[in-house]
């Protein structure tokens, strides 16, 4: 069994039960010596894992899926031991784009969700005026930015009608404040920080799109996950035990400042906290709108919100069919989202920190 293990991760709000069990020693207490590796972009962190750079990652629900079939590069077997959170994400327009949206809708104010069908008569505004098409930025193509955002979109018959192309997470915020986009579907703290600093209006979360769907995994190849089946069940208990430490809104706060560090996301508390506390920033200097479950991580049981499962799988095939990536005829998968070792996760994580005070 390997007990030095190379963990990669793209530095979000939701990569908490890494930074988590990280800092409560939740690995070493399993016998691990786990080395955490942030990485600028998914593509990056997939290759990595893909050419054993890396021995496990945090993924976009959906990225295990698409390497399993080779889509967007190398064809390489992946397996998800263990869901990490749901929701999350969240839709940022720019402020020219929320003066656009209630000169065309008549309005004084956005209505929190926004209804997309306020974008759409922006949309046939500009058209009649014979102006670009709006241009929004999801994190990577094969995620359930890319799909909400498509959903949301859809929801008022915009398909293709707007054009969509991938930034990475961090780039997010300075493309919006240049004018390079006009809108993006990104995970946290980028929502918050476009609102903070002024350059952008967060209209609606993915929990208002997708209520409580998985949004990020621990992937590991299936070569890793055959041969260090007890490094997986190790990890996958570490990792379990630090989401169920993050239920308490207490100490949700103190992940929030160890988020801050520089070796982590390296920016400030009031971008970070916001969306662990159920509070979505919306406009500048304008109230926040409360949506207590923005960053799930945990439910009633571990069952509920951490178990892979062939259901998980096949919601996410389904939405990656919808947006034309997988055709109708792909043959069926073997199980990507494989809860075989789940029950020994959950009774290694109930034997190690279930007793420890939240």
């Known amino acids: 069994m390997s007990t030095e293990v190379k963990v990669g991760f793209v530095p ?21 010596r786990v080395s955490l590796y942030p990485q600028n972009s998914w593509a990056t962190l997939r290759d990595k894992l893909q050419m054993g750079a890396l021995d496990a990652a945090q993924l976009l629900a959906p990225m295990p899926i698409a390497s399993s079939l080779g889509l967007g590069g190398a064809k390489v077997q992946m397996k998800v031991p263990l869901i990490l959170s749901q929701n999350g994400n969240a839709i940022t327009i720019s402020n020219a784009l929320f003066d656009e949206v209630l000169d065309s809708n008549g309005l004084l104010e956005l209505p929190f969700p926004l ?22 930025a999801t994190v990577f193509p094969y995620s359930c930015h890319h799909y909400q955002l498509n959903d949301w979109l859809n929801q008022a018959d915009l398909s293709g009608k707007v054009d969509v ?23 946290g703290p980028w929502n918050a920080k476009s609102v903070r600093d002024n350059d952008g209006v967060t209209v609606l979360t993915s929990y ?32 379990l035990g630090a989401c169920s430490w993050l239920q308490s ?33 919306t406009k500048y200097d304008s109230a926040p709108e409360q949506v ?3 960053n799930r991580f945990f439910g009633s049981e ?13 919601w996410l095939i389904r939405k990656m069919r919808e947006a034309k990536q997988i055709p109708e005829d792909e043959i069926a998968m073997s199980d990507i989202f494989d809860k075989r070792y789940f029950e020994e996760t959950v009774m290694l994580f109930q034997g190690s920190f279930t007793s420890l005070k939240n």
């Open 165 to 187: 192309i991938t930034i990475p997470p961090s780039a997010m915020t300075d493309c919006l404040s240049s004018g390079l986009i006009d809108g993006f579907c990104v995970g």
């Open 115 to 136: 209804p997309a069908k306020c974008i759409a008569n922006v949309v046939a505004k500009r058209a009649r005026q014979g102006l670009p098409k709006l241009n929004f």
């Open 302 to 314: 571990p069952s509920s919100v951490n178990k892979p499962s062939l259901q998980n799988q096949e």
């Open 12 to 32: 979000l709000t939701d990569s908490a039960p890494l930074v988590v069990a990280e800092k409560l020693g939740y690995f070493e207490k399993l016998g691990l």
């Open 208 to 239: 208002h799109i997708w209520q409580d769907q998985t949004e990020k995994v621990l992937a590991v190849t299936k070569q890793f996950f055959e041969q260090e089946t007890q490094t997986v069940i190790k990890l996958s208990a570490g990792l």
């Open 249 to 281: 809104q207490a100490n949700r706060f103190e992940a929030a400042r160890w988020l801050a560090q520089s070796s982590y996301l390296n920016e400030p508390l009031d971008v970070i906290a916001p969306s662990l506390l159920g509070s979505c920033i």
């Open 292 to 294: 207590p479950q923005y």
